[in-house]
Nanobody, 118 residues
Framework: VQLQESGPGLVKPSQTASLTCTVS??????????WSWIRQPPGKGLEWMGAIDTSGSTYYSPSLESRTSISTVGSKNQFTLQLTSMTPEDAAVYYC???????????WGQGTPVAVSA
């Protein structure tokens, strides 16, 4: 499986960032996969944001749950991330990740940077 992120590049504070991960090489509905979003702010470590499994169940980091929504677009073999109320602290490289089980992060996209500035 291969993953490719796309995103806005730049959002203004208070806006919503919408990112898409296009999956190739396997179906997003294949049993057993967990599709995650992970981000890395400049100079900081990786932060798991949330995931969706092939049944459509979602799992979110408690610190981001109120602002995060992950969904799939089966017809396009994609999954998406929406992060509301963006602040400069949300500036990061955002990665989509495929895992063959819970807590596994087997295949990573190349990452897409999102900056937050007025």
């Amino acid at each position: 499986v291969q993953l490719q992120e796309s995103g806005p590049g730049l959002v203004k504070p208070s806006q919503t960032a919408s990112l898409t991960c296009t999956v190739s090489g396997d179906s997003i509905t294949s049993a057993g996969y967990y599709w995650s979003w992970i981000r890395q702010p400049p100079g900081k470590g990786l932060e798991w944001m949330g995931a969706i499994d092939t049944s459509g169940s979602t799992y979110y980091s408690p610190s981001l749950e109120s602002r995060t929504s992950i969904s799939t677009v089966g017809s396009k073999n994609q999954f998406t991330l929406q992060l509301t109320s963006m602040t400069p602290e949300d500036a990061a490289v955002y990665y989509c990740v495929a895992g063959s089980g819970w807590g596994r992060f087997d295949v990573w996209g190349q990452g897409t940077p999102v900056a937050v500035s007025a």
